[in-house]
């Protein structure tokens, strides 16, 4: 499914930021930065895999999400700090 598929799932409109799988919807999450095409807040992904240490594959089984998500998740987390 392309981003533009995936960003017409939303209800509102999509802030898109520098990173092609983070992106801020009005309303979902408190407005704070997500996964694309979820509702998954880019903290929940930095909490399991920076301070929890949880291994890769297991962020990918507990939230159904791929790679690229979850390193583009991190990605904006480092850049942002």
């Keep these: ?3 533009t598929e995936l960003a ?9 930021t520098e990173h092609p799988w983070v992106v801020r919807v009005e309303g ?4 704070e ?3 694309l095409g979820t ?3 880019v903290r929940v992904i930095v909490i399991a895999w920076v301070r929890q240490g949880m291994p890769i594959w297991e ?3 507990n939230w159904d999400i791929d790679e690229a998500q ?3 998740a ?5 850049r942002s700090e």
Excluded at 8 to 16: F, G, I, S, T
């Design 28 to 31: 979902y999450q408190g407005n």
């Design 39 to 41: 509702r998954i807040p």
């Design 70 to 72: 979850v390193y583009d």
């Design 8 to 16: 017409a799932r939303y209800k509102n409109p999509v802030q898109w």
């Design 1 to 3: 499914m392309s981003r």
């Design 33 to 35: 930065p997500i996964i």
């Design 59 to 61: 962020v990918l089984e």
């Design 74 to 78: 991190l990605s904006y987390y480092y």
